[in-house]
């Protein structure tokens, strides 16, 4: 079985995929082009923002936005501590001081109070700027957007929405990519929407940023590629990806995205009272990048990964070390018992496997398992 199906995604939209890959082969357009502009059109229209500018990676995408907002050292910014490395690794690339935020046990997104505990502490403490917040939409599941703009209108600081596993997702009808100031995704093949390779976009409605992102992504462009006007980057997103993501997007509007969450609801409905099921709070709407449970502690969870292993099922842990214990932040010199609750799912979350395709015999072997796992 496998943790993401991609295989069986390529074979249902070979046709078309392969048409796809060859079109843009026989081009010779293979850098920009025409298809990165109709991709970059195509996923701006889907989320509902005025621009999507393609780049190399959802790392990338993060970095430019930060790039954008001049962020720099002696700058504090806010992320939870309970994401993938890249949240919080772009804010230090930057030479800013990344700030960890814990985040709710229930949804496992950014908490407000905390945030807002964070940001007085900066303030007190005198030592640098509060500058922005990198707000994660963890497993697809869009974070508390209403309060944390509040809080961070309330102390003047940009939003940086990290939707690399939120793409899809809403509350009411707000789509995902669009709560930020900026937002930013990634087309890694694993993604709710992946490319063949890396990928990822930035996304917003503010002219003058996108016109700096523009720029920051092709070696600092000014009216022309010769003509350099700041320090930028190579960080341009491939014509075959953009051809790749025209296909997936087009899967993912006509039926993928519905398909998971009917593949998260069965899930639910199956594990109902034998395992903690996510959280998906009223009018949110996830995209389930992953299917994430929680069990009572380290050796519960490393049993249970064995016996779903001997029935060749594999689980993923997302994620073991919260970004406040990792080794490259040892420099910041952190308290240990800083974010309690990031550090109790990193013991307790074990994810399974979720995707567009997972049969219900594969679903229902899976749910099985667990449970004459724990009804002994
Ligand atoms: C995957 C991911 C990223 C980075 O995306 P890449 O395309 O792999 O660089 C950033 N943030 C989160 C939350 C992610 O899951």
Same mark, same amino acid.
């Not at 996923?43 to 962020?71: M, P, Q, R």
């Given at each position: ?8 995604? *390529? ?199 996108? =016109? ?13 590629? *010769? ?36 593949? =998260? ?112």
């Amino acid at each position: 079985m496998q943790f993401r199906d991609l295989k069986k995604q *390529y074979q249902v939209l070979k046709e078309e995929m392969d048409k796809a890959i060859l079109d843009v082969v026989a081009s010779s357009a293979y850098v920009m082009g025409p298809k990165v502009k109709e991709m970059e059109d195509a996923f701006a229209e889907y989320v509902g923002v005025k621009h999507c500018i393609a780049c190399n990676s959802g790392t990338d995408a993060l970095l430019l936005a930060l790039k954008a907002w001049a962020v720099k050292p002696g700058d504090a910014v806010f992320v939870p501590s309970f994401t993938f490395f890249a949240s919080a690794e772009v804010i230090a690339m930057q030479g800013a001081t990344p700030v960890f935020v814990d985040v709710d046990p229930e949804t496992f997104n950014m908490d407000d109070e905390d945030l807002q505990r964070k940001i007085k502490q900066v303030i007190w403490d005198g030592k640098l700027t509060p500058r922005a917040v990198v707000v994660v939409d963890l497993f697809g599941l869009p974070a508390n957007f209403e309060a944390i703009l509040a809080t961070a209108e309330r102390f003047r600081l940009y939003v940086l929405e990290d939707a690399a596993q939120g793409f899809g997702g809403r509350i009411g009808g707000q789509k995902a990519c669009t709560f930020g100031h900026i937002a930013t995704t990634s087309f890694f093949p694993a993604k709710p929407v992946g490319c063949y390779g890396d990928g990822g976009a930035v996304f917003t409605d503010n002219d003058e940023w996108a =016109a700096l992102i523009d720029s920051y992504h092709i070696h600092g462009k000014g009216s022309d590629r *010769y003509d350099n006007v700041r320090i930028g980057m190579n960080s341009r997103l491939d014509s075959l990806q953009a051809a790749i993501l025209l296909v997936k997007l087009k899967a993912f509007k006509d039926h993928e995205l519905v398909d998971v969450n009917r593949v =998260a609801a069965r899930y639910t409905e199956l594990l109902k009272g034998v395992v903690k099921t996510p959280v998906v709070p009223e009018g949110y709407y996830s995209s389930w990048a992953q299917y994430t449970i929680q069990v009572k502690n380290k050796e519960v969870r490393a049993e249970l990964q064995a016996a779903l292993k001997a029935k060749d099922i594999p689980t993923a842990i997302y994620y073991p070390i919260p970004m406040h214990r990792q080794t490259a932040f040892k420099y910041l010199d952190l308290e240990r018992n800083l974010c309690p609750v990031a550090d109790r799912l990193a013991d307790t979350v074990v994810s399974l496997p979720i995707h567009p395709y997972l049969s219900q015999e594969d679903q229902d072997l899976i749910c099985n398992t667990i449970k004459s796992f724990f009804i002994k």
